[in-house]
């Protein structure tokens, strides 16, 4: 099984910006409390402690596949995928308080009951509350791509998160990922192919997938005339 060492969380993928819900929102967060997952904290309120420990199983109700999206904005995608696949069990991570009221009003007014949301670093979840091989899917849709020379170490695709994926996903678990700077996929894609607990499923760009919404930013994309790159890549056992 992969194995990940401990990643510095002096740099983080992410800045937080307006913490201010709209009255729609709170009353979203308020009415969905169950749907919120809740963890002990460090020093931020996106830490999570290293002792923390969640049983996903008694937290939905089921045993399941498990399927997380890691930076889910305003709920757009995660949404569309627990009405696909009400089969799985869904979380959803994100760092924005009000893309999190707006996400849980997104769930509510689509019926959708197998999700639950997470605010947190995406990063230290991964690290401290999912179990090794005890992810089915996970999806990073349009990660910050930091253009700024000097804010690339922010990137979030990084050989030491490669490792981490690896180590979290199931045998045969799969990574999708998607990006509309040129320059960030070309490093995402060189990144993961040197992760030897991962192999590209397409061995190139991967086919838009039907479940991902085109929402706004993605939409602002295209209109731009940036391509979208989408990866797909699964999890192996390197040694055999």
Not at 14 to 20: M, N, S
Not at 53 to 70: I, K, N
């Given at each position: 099984m992969p194995t990940a060492a401990p990643i510095s969380r002096d740099v983080v993928s992410?800045?937080?910006?307006?913490?201010?819900m709209n009255p729609s929102q709170q009353r979203a967060w308020d009415t969905h409390r169950d749907w919120i997952v809740t963890v002990p904290r460090e020093d931020r309120e996106t830490s999570i402690a290293a002792d923390a420990?969640?049983?996903?199983?008694?937290?939905?109700?089921?045993?399941?596949?498990?399927?997380?999206?890691?930076g889910s904005g305003t709920g757009d995608a995660v949404t569309a995928a627990g009405l696909a696949r009400p089969d799985a069990n869904h979380v959803a991570i994100e760092v924005f308080l009000p893309a999190i009221g707006s996400t849980l009003s997104k769930l509510d007014?689509?019926?959708v009951g197998n999700v639950r949301v997470l605010?947190?670093?995406?990063?230290?979840?991964?690290?401290?509350?999912f179990d090794p091989g005890s992810i089915t899917e996970l999806a990073t849709w349009?990660?910050?791509?930091?253009?700024?020379?000097?804010h690339q170490k922010r990137r979030l695709v990084s050989p030491g998160f490669a490792a981490l994926v690896a180590s979290r996903l199931v045998p045969g678990g799969v990574w999708r990922l998607a990006?509309?700077?040129?320059?960030?996929?070309t490093v995402m894609r060189d990144v993961l192919d040197a992760e030897p607990g991962l192999v590209n499923v397409y061995d190139?760009?991967?086919p838009r997938p039907d479940l991902r919404p085109v929402t706004r930013?993605?939409?602002r994309a295209l209109t731009a005339g940036r391509v979208v790159h989408d990866l797909v890549y699964r999890r192996v056992d390197p040694s055999a």
């Open positions: 992410f800045v937080r910006r307006g913490g201010r420990h969640v049983d996903w199983d008694a937290l939905f109700g089921r045993s399941a596949p498990l399927m997380v999206e890691l007014r689509a019926g605010l947190a670093d995406g990063v230290r979840a991964l690290e401290t509350i349009f990660p910050d791509p930091w253009p700024k020379v000097r990006t509309d700077a040129e320059d960030y996929a190139d760009w991967a930013f993605e939409q």
